[in-house]
């Protein structure tokens, strides 16, 4: 029943100074996925409601700027994503969101009101996203989204857009895309011309750059190595010269052979920072010269449980330059001007510009 003469007559032809049952059953048919309205005990409420009814259309929402305080228990018709105390403007989009690497204190509020708010959450393992979503008492149907579906199952979250409905991607861990699947989808998602919004938050890599203290100016986010030990240090070898710190992500069964890779391939006064169970009750974050690696983690057999993320610092500065920019700068010379060649071989190469040019003079005069 609406409350008080004064309340506004009509509700879908219904005076709503009948019986709520009346008004719910002449209202359904105006009523499709998209709509409900708000009863809370036997009360429409009618007051926080703009207009005079509490639609929650997804389309009209944005311009009605509809926010309606639900009193209580609802009844039927509305929608399972604003069965919250506030009704949310969910666009109609694909949400990224990033989810704890360990401590689920470290979920942002936005993520929260992201997930109750979507129609949809895929998820890498529904099991695991069933524990996230429990634990904030959040409600809402999922898909699963991994390596081995995500073409299809991105193909039916396009389609479940195609019909206006909100829907949010997470993955086991971290950030969605970050080593993790989300990039296809991301991608199918955006052909098909809806908007992606990505909602940042952990990602271990980050997590540890942030610990690791290192005064390199650049890193480079390598992920996962390759699991064979002959493509593994192929990769190591071509990483060698890059002038940035090298991030890593590494599983513990396969920690200890990337380290011992790492330590007979690269430079030994180059610096490890071993970050093992970030966020977690056995974080532990060591900063040591990469030859003292090896020896650090045999040391204890807790130091190789867990995950891992190792940094290893940008390699010593050098005399001169290396191979690789000798290469690049000699072959831009049979084209261009010295001044430009310099210039574009610090864009391609990463090196200071100055040396390039230095070097680019000696060899325009031999
Ligand atoms: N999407 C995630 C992210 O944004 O960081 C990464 C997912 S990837 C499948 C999992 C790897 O991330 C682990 O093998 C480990 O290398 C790293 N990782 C994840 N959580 C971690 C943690 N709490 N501490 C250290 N490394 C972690």
């Not at 098909?192 to 986010?221: E, H, K, Q, Y």
């Amino acid at each position: 029943m609406a409350s008080g003469e004064n309340q506004p007559g009509l509700l879908a032809g219904c005076n709503a100074g009948r019986c709520t049952a009346e008004v719910l059953a002449a209202a359904q048919p105006y009523f499709d996925k998209y709509r409900g309205f708000a009863v809370a005990a036997d009360q429409i409420d009618l007051a926080a409601a703009h207009p005079k009814v509490a639609f929650c259309d997804r389309k009209t929402l944005a311009q009605q700027k509809i926010c309606c305080q639900l009193l209580g228990r609802c009844t039927f018709g509305l929608p399972r994503a604003h069965q919250t105390a506030t009704i949310r403007d969910m666009e109609n989009a694909l949400y990224v969101v990033a989810t704890p690497i360990g401590n689920l204190g470290d979920i942002s509020l936005r993520a929260l009101e992201t997930l109750r708010g979507v129609d949809l959450v895929a998820c890498e393992d529904t099991r695991h996203a069933r524990q996230l979503l429990d634990h904030h008492g959040i409600k809402v149907p999922m898909l699963a989204l991994h390596q081995h579906n995500e073409n299809e199952a991105a193909a039916k979250l396009v389609r479940l857009l195609g019909e206006g409905q909100s829907v949010a991607l997470v993955s086991d861990a971290g950030t969605p895309g970050v080593s993790d699947p989300g990039a296809r989808t991301v991608a199918a998602v955006r052909a098909a011309g809806f908007r992606v919004i990505p909602l940042p938050g952990p990602s271990a890599a980050i997590t540890a750059m942030s610990a690791a203290g290192l005064a390199d100016a650049r890193f480079l986010f390598v992920g996962f190595l390759p699991a064979k030990v002959g493509a593994r240090k192929t990769a190591i070898l071509e990483l060698a010269a890059v002038d940035a710190a090298l991030v890593f992500y590494e599983a513990p069964h396969r920690v200890t052979e990337t380290v011992t890779d790492l330590v007979e391939l690269l430079e030994p006064q180059r610096e490890i920072v071993i970050a093992r169970e970030l966020t977690k009750m056995f974080e532990q974050i060591e900063r040591i010269p990469l030859g003292e690696a090896s020896a650090w983690l045999a040391a204890d057999p807790n130091r190789q449980r867990g995950e891992f993320v190792l940094v290893v610092s940008a390699p010593p500065a050098r005399e001169g330059l290396d191979a690789e920019s000798e290469r690049v700068l000699a072959a831009l010379l049979t084209e261009l001007p010295v001044k430009q060649a310099a210039k574009l071989a610090a864009e391609i190469t990463g090196q200071p510009k100055n040396a390039l040019y230095a070097r680019a003079l000696q060899l325009k005069d031999a």
